[in-house]
């Protein structure tokens, strides 16, 4: 079986889907392909400086590098009405001949380009849906379907979405929020939804076990500044207003102010870096490679994401770290019996909830948990076995299924036409504008 997978970035060294699901999807037999643009994780919020030379993609476009157990083919970009297009992915179908072609997203210009050319080329579809409602404006007020901004939506991510589901045989949901949001705003039918939640790489992401691993944790914390009796709470990710850790940052810095043993640990880069690095208690470290970052999640006692979702979260919980996250996360599976909600945004709720979790027994009743949990349930390896069977079923089922699909392109070809006629496209972009 040859599957392609289609991303819009990909950055080398991080524990993104992209990276990880083709590496277990190798190893269980599988030719695997991987497309992507040269552009950074980061490309849609401006630059953000990378301290470790590995994270640096550093990829041009036309090239074709070797990863683990798979190949990254590079390609050029463009924009057009603001949505990423990759240059020559037909091109580079027809050059692979999949079997499999998985994409990210089930709107956008790289989704109608894979539906487009999956009737001539021939191979099953499959898409994913990616979208929390906690960064889905739309997906968090009550609104009309003639509200200007859902009739926008309506013309701009549900039509499209629609069409492109015909010849898509599932959609993967991280989560039921990202599910309720495909379905709701991108034209995404509800039978073609499937729950399949981000994964965690328990190769680098497990328990501390043995001595080697035991003593990288007491001195990675003596380097840090810890003390054995301090308990870290640990961020990784952007340092931006979304994600807001500065109020994680105040919560550790009042603790820290009233004498309890508390200290932060903040890995990654942003805009909020040098506020954070003043507040009292507090440790930042600069993004790091994925095989780095387990060490550090040892290193600490609880995990905080203090807004939005983050897969980091799940990675945490691998390590046996407690959760704290808020309360209007719609994720809230990763919080039942591994961990506590706070109310978002309240400094005082937070530094409660982390002195609930002062006990080492609670923690470690909650760690231990987690732990299992990801990796009997959220393991890649589980995920990638997942995937290939259902790719199999799509392949089995192929020659039934071939007149179903030569009607349902009937359609797509002719919004195909329309699509790639720059005159619509130009009118699309128009009225993008006025609504």
């Known amino acids: 079986m040859h599957i392609v997978l289609i991303s819009k970035v990909f950055a080398p060294a991080m524990g993104y889907l992209e990276n990880v699901l083709p590496k277990y999807l190798a190893r269980r037999g599988a030719k695997v392909d991987v497309v992507a643009s040269s552009l950074a994780p980061s490309y849609h919020q401006g630059p953000i400086p990378l301290a470790d030379g590995e994270l640096r993609p550093g990829l041009a476009p036309g090239s074709v590098e070797p990863m683990e157990g798979f190949r990254l083919h590079v390609l050029g970009h463009d924009r057009i009405c603001g ?38 080329l021939g191979y099953r579809l499959f898409s994913g849906c990616h979208y929390h409602a906690s960064v889905f404006p739309l997906a968090q007020i009550k609104s009309s379907a003639f509200q200007p901004a859902r009739m926008r939506c309506f013309l701009e991510r ?29 034209g995404v039918p509800a039978a073609k939804l499937e729950i399949c939640p981000l994964g965690v790489d328990t190769e ?8 080697a691993e035991r003593g990288e944790r007491a001195s990675l914390r003596a380097r840090l500044g810890f003390g054995e009796a301090e308990i870290v709470c640990v ?9 807001n850790p500065l109020l994680l940052a105040r919560a550790i810095a009042r603790l820290a102010v009233s004498g309890e043993h508390y200290r932060g640990l903040f890995v990654g880069e942003g805009p909020q870096a040098a ?7 507090c440790v930042v470290q600069p993004f790091m490679p994925m095989s780095k970052l387990g060490g550090y999640y040892r290193a600490a006692e609880i995990g ?50 982390l002195r609930a979790l002062g006990a080492a027994g ?48 009937a359609h797509a070809e002719e919004a195909g036409a329309s699509l790639r006629n720059s ?9 993008r504008g006025r609504l």
């Not at 990423?84 to 001949?97: C, P």
């Not at 992401?205 to 001595?211: K, M, V």
């Open 204 to 211: 680098v992401f497990h328990l501390a076990s043995g001595p």
């Open 275 to 281: 506020e954070i690095a003043k507040c009292r208690g």
């Open 158 to 186: 549900s039509v499209h979405g629609r069409v492109v589901s015909w010849v898509t045989e599932k959609y993967y949901a991280i989560s039921p929020d990202c599910a309720e949001v495909a379905r709701r705003f991108f």
């Open 83 to 120: 949505q990423l297009r990759l240059a020559g992915l037909g091109q580079t179908l027809e050059e692979l001949q999949p079997d499999i072609v998985q994409t990210m997203t089930p709107i956008g210009w790289i989704a109608a380009a894979a539906a487009w050319h999956r009737r001539r």
């Open 235 to 243: 961020y990784s990710g952007r340092f931006g207003e979304d994600k």
């Open 304 to 353: 905080v994401w203090p807004t939005q979702e983050s897969m980091s979260m799940l990675d945490a919980l691998a390590c046996g770290l407690p959760l704290v996250a808020n309360d209007t996360m719609r994720a809230k599976e990763r919080l039942e019996g591994t961990g506590m909600a706070y109310r978002l945004g309240d400094v005082d709720d937070l530094v409660w909830k």
């Open 362 to 409: 609670l923690r470690a009743e909650m760690g231990a948990e987690g732990a299992r949990r990801m990796r009997e349930k959220f393991s890649w390896e589980a995920i990638a076995a997942r995937r290939i069977r259902d790719y199999e079923a799509a392949l089995e089922t192929k020659g039934t299924t071939a007149q179903r699909a030569s009607l349902t392109m």
């Open 423 to 431: 005159e619509w496209r130009d009118t699309a972009c128009r009225l």
